[in-house]
Nanobody, 123 residues
Framework: QVQLVESGGGLVQSGGSLRLSCTTS????????MGWYRQAPGKQRELVAT??????????DSVLGRFTISTISRDRSQYTIYLQMNSLKPEDTAVYYC??????????????WGQGTQVTVFA
């Protein structure tokens, strides 16, 4: 079963930093885009940052200059990205989801989601 495993969430004071990581399960033939989305209570899921296999990034205006998405690294057939989050604000509090547009070996290209990791920023 294809998985995206996230880690790095937690509780942090306003102004602090966290780094999220997301790793795919093995047997991934190709990754086209990976990224992070978030969903706060009572709100819709929104884009945080994405990066293509070619290195093109896209950030939400609200995180520009504070968050940095890493390039997609590959170890055999497993892919990993990171999201460095600095100068965190209480409004960054949300469940952060990893997303990947990729092709699993032997399957068609599809879109996958992780289970999410909670980020809580307190004032």
């Amino acid at each position: 079963q294809v998985q995206l495993v996230e880690s790095g969430g937690g509780l942090v004071q306003s102004g602090g930093s966290l780094r999220l990581s997301c790793t795919t399960s093995q047997s991934i033939y190709m990754v086209y885009t990976m990224g992070w989305y978030r969903q706060a209570p009572g709100k819709q899921r929104e884009l945080v940052a994405t990066i293509t296999s070619g290195g093109r990034t896209n950030y939400a205006d609200s995180v520009l200059g504070r968050f940095t998405i890493s390039t997609i690294s590959r170890d055999r057939s497993q892919y990993t990205i990171y999201l460095q989050m600095n100068s965190l604000k209480p409004e960054d509090t949300a469940v952060y989801y990893c997303n990947s547009d990729m092709r699993v070996t032997g399957q068609f290209r599809d879109n996958y989601w992780g289970q999410g990791t909670q980020v809580t920023v307190f004032a």
